[in-house]
């Protein structure tokens, strides 16, 4: 679980809607950035991807648009299930030389049954 | 095919203690990175190993870590002495390549408590 006293920001959402999750990147330089998703007591779990070459990328429930303008990246899940329940981090790839991730502060996403 | 595993998934010190966290990484992965998430905060970057070479050691917060990846296989990071703030999850996570659009894949963490 979370540490006490954590304060993320949260988004609490009902079974079925869809879901919103924004993050800003700071360096106009990334080219690849990616989204993660963390449960209680496992590790980041790839979610999906996007190059900078692109402004939208779609999966499975899942789409990643970019906004290379303002430098703004957003997750939307469709359809939210309470397994969608976690911590949700935005991550920016700066080197491709060492594929070194570049994490952003993480948003819970509560689902209300 | 056995994920990214990390031994113990949790350690609870006394501060000047010293503590040794383990990471192996997915059979066949030259990658092998570490990284920190420190009382809830963003996840960090620790650093970055190639085989037995460390390529990237520029988040290591001090000279009380210590990583090694002898052989080119599984990682160990020592904190040596350790002290409250390194209270955290420490996350080890490996790749096959680098580059851009190389996926990297995370372990479950080890949960260090430092009383």
């Known amino acids: 679980g979370e540490s006490v006293g954590l304060h993320l920001p949260t988004l609490s959402v009902q079974e079925g809607d869809n879901s919103i999750i924004n993050c800003a990147y700071s360096?106009?330089?990334?080219?690849?950035f990616i989204w993660y998703k963390q449960e209680s007591g496992k590790g980041p779990q790839f979610i999906i991807d996007?190059?900078?070459?692109?402004d939208k990328r779609q999966g499975q429930r899942v789409t990643v648009l970019l906004n290379k303008t303002v430098k703004h990246l957003s997750l939307q899940i469709a359809a939210t299930q309470p397994g969608d329940s976690a911590v949700y981090f935005c991550?920016?790839?700066?080197?491709?030389?060492?594929?070194?991730?570049?994490f952003g502060t993480g948003t819970l996403l509560a689902v209300q049954p | 095919e056995a994920g990214v595993t990390q031994f113990p998934s949790h350690s609870v010190i006394e501060k000047g203690q010293t503590v040794t966290l383990r990471c192996d990484p997915i059979?066949?992965?030259?990658?092998l990175y570490w990284y920190r998430r420190v009382m809830g905060k963003e996840i960090k970057f620790l650093l970055h190993?190639?085989?037995?070479?460390?390529?990237?050691e520029s988040g290591m917060p001090n000279n009380r870590f210590l990583a090694e990846r002898t052989g080119g296989t599984y990682s160990t990071l020592k904190v040596q002495p350790a002290e409250l703030e390194d209270s955290g999850v420490y996350f080890c996570?490996?790749?096959?390549?680098?580059?851009?659009?190389?996926?990297?894949?995370f372990g479950q963490g080890t949960r260090l408590t430092v009383v």
């Open positions: 996007i190059r900078s070459n692109m």
């Open positions: 059979s066949g992965h030259d990658n």
């Open positions: 991550a920016e790839n700066r080197d491709g030389a060492t594929n070194k991730l570049i």
């Open positions: 360096n106009s330089a990334s080219d690849y």
């Open positions: 996570a490996s790749s096959q390549l680098t580059g851009s659009n190389t996926e990297a894949f």
């Open positions: 190993f190639v085989k037995e070479s460390k390529q990237d």
